[in-house]
Nanobody, 123 residues
């Protein structure tokens, strides 16, 4: 079992940057692919990015490619999401998730989820 806690959300102006962190419990963090998803008000949860166990493979949604960067530090049991050039449409609750599959952009394949952290981008 993995417990995930996101942090780092907040209010930022368009064009600004924010870094989210996801702290994972347990000694098996390195066995999971980690992903970030987001859900805007009245919208479905959508895939943002993922990173494989060793950090060698990443995926990004087209909407964030070139602006967001996912990374992980297995020694610290933490995954990060660096968000640059933020846009108002990035406003959402951001969720950290863990999957036992090799890699996935599908929410249904993620086994564990954090509580989410709010990111609000003002224009």
């Amino acid at each position: 079992q993995v417990q995930l806690v996101e942090s780092g959300g907040g209010l930022v102006q368009a064009g600004g940057s924010l870094r989210l962190s996801c702290a994972a419990s347990g000694r098996t963090f390195g066995a999971y692919t980690m992903g970030w998803f987001r859900q805007a008000p009245r919208k479905e949860r959508e895939f943002v990015t993922s990173i494989t166990r060793g950090g060698g493979t990443t995926q990004y949604a087209d909407s964030v490619k070139g602006r967001f960067t996912i990374s992980r530090d297995n020694a610290k049991n933490t995954v990060y999401l660096q968000m640059n050039s933020l846009k108002p449409e990035d406003t959402a609750v951001y969720y950290c998730a863990a999957a036992s599959v090799w890699n996935s952009a599908r929410a249904s394949e993620y086994n564990y989820w954090g509580q989410g952290t709010q990111v609000t981008v003002s224009s």
